[in-house]
């Protein structure tokens, strides 16, 4: 491999400068910048995702950086396909692994759920006909739905059943029947997922995150395989994908996220733009 190249990378300082050249002065200032972890405030239009991927790409074709050991953490499975394309049109052949909170932490538990013969638990994948069932509410009544959307902020907010009275209070929530009987409904909801084996969509992010925690040799081989972190829509991150992301980041990791704080338009749902502000 010659000198300043990285595996999977069809580059050489004229394309890396091509490259540069066709962004403008605050973009390439994102770009080359040596800080880490890095934050990159941008607006609406602004460009977020092709600073992303330029800068993914630049240190990879300057050495500093290699493709394979990448996680770029992006909100839907639309935006990890049009980043990775990006990045392919920049020189970058696979390697890269992209995808959602979600997905990413599904894979990380597959893998090691095989590796330790566990038998994987079924993904419940949609959770309001199992909370109708526990709500016990008359046909085409909408309580179910507003129960799962109250159970998922305080999923996300890491919130559990005994506190989440006194949280909802204070967030001023307002779901159509008591909040004592949400709880209930809350607490149900989770020993009846354990009893049947069950896991959500935020039990991935928690699990995914406790495994990390629990086994400091099983972190340190994760945290070498994906050394270089970069999180599209940083605004978007609740307390739940928050303590996952730090659990991602080792002693030696590097981090760069992207975000607008007035796009923030998700706080209803547990995310937390003071991790992006502040």
Known sequence: MAAGT???VESDPATNDALLRTMNAPQRSAVLSSASPLRILAGAGS???RVLTHRIAHRAAEGSLDPNRVLAVTFTRKAAGELRDRLGRLGLRGGIHAGTFHSIAYAQLRQRW???GVRPPEL???KVGFIARLVGTGRGSTVPLDVVAEIEWAAARRISPEQY???ARMARRTPPIELSRVADIYDRFQTEKRRKRLVDFDDLLRLAARD???DPV?????HWRFRHLFVDEFQDVNPLQHALLSAWLGPESDLCVVGDPNQAIYAWN???ATYLVD
Do not use: N, W
Request: hydrophobic share 40%; proline share 0%; aromatic share 4%.
């Open 6 to 8: 990285v595996a999977g």
């Open 47 to 49: 460009g977020k995702t």
């Open 114 to 116: 095989e590796e330790r």
């Open 124 to 126: 419940l994948e949609r």
């Open 165 to 167: 009275v006194s949280h």
């Open 212 to 214: 990390l925690a629990a």
């Open 218 to 222: 099983y972190a340190s081989a994760r």
């Open 270 to 272: 547990g995310a937390d």
